[in-house]
């Protein structure tokens, strides 16, 4: 089978200031293009590919960032350390997305979205002894590595070395062609071909070494710039190091031709170094080496393949179809394949989870069964239980929409391949109401207007049950008349008549319009007047007023109140006739201090002062008010409090 894996090239060194997390790896190469015009120096094409992962975001110490820097920088270098040239800045030319998936039908699926940059630029050189070397450093490394200590603080260094000239300094060196996205499995075998290719056709040999910091401790996001020699290592973990940077069993190990092998024991980010040495074929004088790192990115992708879908498939559906949903929600591989068997005779294979339909050729029950991976040793199965007895209708009409009256249910439900054995009602405001087959529909009085969700819950006689709900606006009238109201002879009144739409007062004596909500009253007898208000549904309620005729304008006082809790006279208040605004009432004892005071009329003083009851005694009373004329009232009198 088919085992993935996840290649991921590390850290390269990024210029600018940049978080450089993102980047997980990179390598530096050159080509060389010939001598320029005065034939001096050598040109070489500089080229520098960096990779990320395309799905990151966020990291917890690093901060996000969600794209490719440009530009970035690389050093030029002599074996003693002198920088012939400035740095060089190289400019984004190409970027490529790299995407892989698990495909094997017995582990469980995982993805993998790379992104590779290619950066380039031309630098000349004269040939010298010794050569150069081509660095680019920084730090990061990226968060989280299994690996290397304090991995998000140590740096990188990639470098190539272009030959001297006692040896061959119109090399091409060597690179790794191969950008693709792999995935690796924990606990399982792979290889992987990681063999670099040369333009030339030198000769290359391979091994796994140290992967090397960028040669400070400054723990920035800044790019480095150290000279050879180039031998200051990262900080492993033991057992970790670069000959054995991942472990497993067998450990991770590399062929002359470049083909890595292992089986890893851990999940987890692991930082590989592949070295590769160039020899000249036909001298086999040596080169230089040029080096890569990988961050190897190790998945856990064991799983328990289990079969799962609903064991009892319910078509009660209204549609009279035999045609029934099946959903698949097993845990299985990317390419799993899936053997239905439905009970009617038919069967068919599968390799998706989505949602399908299958007609059987009548009503029934089926069993229906689901093999995931047949034949293979990686196998589950399950067997279930379809009920096939399609066209139950539910529904329901109303009659009636008003606060207090006999709202009517009928129910319009019915069923092509069985029978209704009961019926239960929701109303939305009290306990459901089951109602068996054979009766009709129901009735419900709702006490008031409001929205109610009003549901109808069928079950059949094959165990089919659906429920239909739907909300049901019942409309309430609130009809208000007005307080009882006194009032003086000869002064009119504007009856405070709301609540609905429409309006109709009796009997009409002395309204100026008995049809509108708010009519003007005149009169001098006792009377009354009882409002209907109606909506433009229909609904109605009823209110009334009466209303009292005293001579006045006058304000009327009692001499005397018990406040002793018998119901009757507990309370000093006076009743108003003809008095439209009241400035103040207030109460003295016969010392002259305030012991109460309210422009409420209606509440009245209850014979208590500072929460205590207040003594027998002879009480001093002040009010003020204006009648309806606009003439101001001022009245004084005593009254006796008597227990």
């Given amino acids: 089978m088919k085992i993935a894996v996840l290649l991921i090239l590390c850290c390269c060194l990024f210029p600018i200031c940049a978080a450089g997390y993102h980047i997980i790896g990179g390598e530096i190469y050159y080509k060389t293009l010939g001598l320029n015009r005065d034939n001096t120096r050598y040109r070489y094409l500089i080229t520098l590919k960096l990779y990320r992962d395309a799905d990151f975001t966020c990291g917890d110490r690093q901060g996000c960032i969600d794209r490719f820097e440009n ?9 003693s350390g002198a920088r012939p040239i400035s740095t060089v800045y190289l400019t984004m030319r190409d970027t490529k ?62 470098y190539t070395i272009i030959p001297g000239s006692e040896s061959k300094p119109y090399n091409n060196s060597a690179y790794f062609d191969k950008d693709t996205s792999i995935i690796i499995c924990n606990a399982l075998p792979f290889t992987l071909d990681y063999a670099a ?47 054995n940077p991942v472990g497993g069993n067998p450990r991770m190990s590399i062929s002359n031709k470049g083909l890595i092998s292992c089986t890893p024991d851990k999940p987890g980010k692991y930082v590989i170094t592949v070295c590769v040495n160039e020899y000249d074929r036909a001298t086999g004088a040596f080169l230089g080496t040029h080096s890569k790192d990988i961050l190897l990115t190790i998945f856990d992708c064991q799983t328990k393949i ?36 439905f009970g009617d005779g038919t069967d068919t294979v599968t390799n998706s989870q989505t949602l399908f339909y299958h007609q059987y050729p009548d009503t029934g029950v089926y069993k229906i069964k689901l093999v995931v991976n047949p034949g293979l040793a990686c196998t589950d199965s399950l067997e279930g239980v379809v009920h096939n007895y399609p066209g139950l209708k539910v529904g329901f009409t109303t009659e009636g929409l008003c606060k207090g009256e006999q709202i009517r249910f009928n129910d319009t439900s019915s069923y092509l391949y069985g029978h209704i054995v009961s019926k239960q009602w929701d109303f939305g405001n009290s306990d459901p109401v089951s109602i068996f087959r054979g009766e009709g529909g129901v009735s419900h009085v709702y006490n008031a207007g409001n929205t109610y969700p009003v549901s109808l819950t069928i079950k059949t006689d094959n165990i089919c049950e659906r429920t239909v709900t739907k909300d049901l606006k019942i409309y309430e009238v609130k009809p208000f008349a007005g307080n009882d109201t006194i009032l003086a002879k000869g002064q009119q009144l504007v009856l405070p008549g709301s609540g609905g739409d429409f309006y109709s007062w009796t009997p009409t004596e002395g309204l100026s319009n008995p049809s509108v909500a708010q009519p003007l009253v005149t009169g001098n007898k006792d009377i009354t007047y009882y409002l209907k208000v109606s909506d433009r549904q229909g609904c109605f309620g009823y209110d009334s007023i009466n209303i009292k005729y005293y001579t006045g304008p006058e304000i009327y006082v009692p001499t005397a109140f018990s406040p002793n809790g018998d119901g009757q006279n507990d309370r000093f208040r006076f009743i108003p006739v003809g008095i439209t605004t009241y400035k103040f009432f207030r109460i ?4 002259g201090v305030e012991i109460y005071s309210s422009p409420d009329y209606k509440t009245g003083w209850d014979g208590t002062y500072k929460g205590d009851p207040a003594p027998v005694d002879t009480y001093i009373w002040i009010l003020q008010g204006v009648d309806f004329n606009g003439k101001e009232i001022m009245k004084r009198g005593t009254v006796t409090l008597i227990r």
Avoid at 122 to 149: D, H, M, V
Avoid at 208 to 226: F, K, R
């Fill in 588 to 591: 003295f004892n016969r010392w």
């Fill in 197 to 243: 290719y040369d333009e030339d056709g030198d000769s290359l040999t391979y091994s796994l070494c140290n992967a090397l910091t960028d040669g400070t401790n400054n723990q920035s996001d800044n790019s480095s710039v150290t000279p050879p020699p180039y031998n200051q290592t990262v900080r492993y973990i033991p057992p970790y190091a670069g000959a």
């Fill in 306 to 341: 289990t079969a799962k879908f609903p064991p009892v498939i319910m078509n009660c559906a209204e549609s009279p179809a035999f045609d029934i949903p099946i959903s698949n929600s097993s845990i299985a591989g990317f390419t799993s394949a899936y053997l239905w068997t």
């Fill in 97 to 158: 997305p790299m995407r892989d998936t698990l495909k094997n039908p017995c582990l469980a699926p995982k993805s993998q979205h790379l992104e590779v940059a290619f950066y380039s630029d031309t630098i000349e050189l004269p040939a010298i002894n010794g050569g150069y070397f081509i660095a680019s450093q920084r730090c990061c490394r990226g968060e989280k590595i299994t690996n290397i200590y304090d991995s998000e603080h140590e740096g990188s260094t990639y």
């Fill in 71 to 79: 530009p970035v920088t690389a050093n030029i270098y002599t074996v």
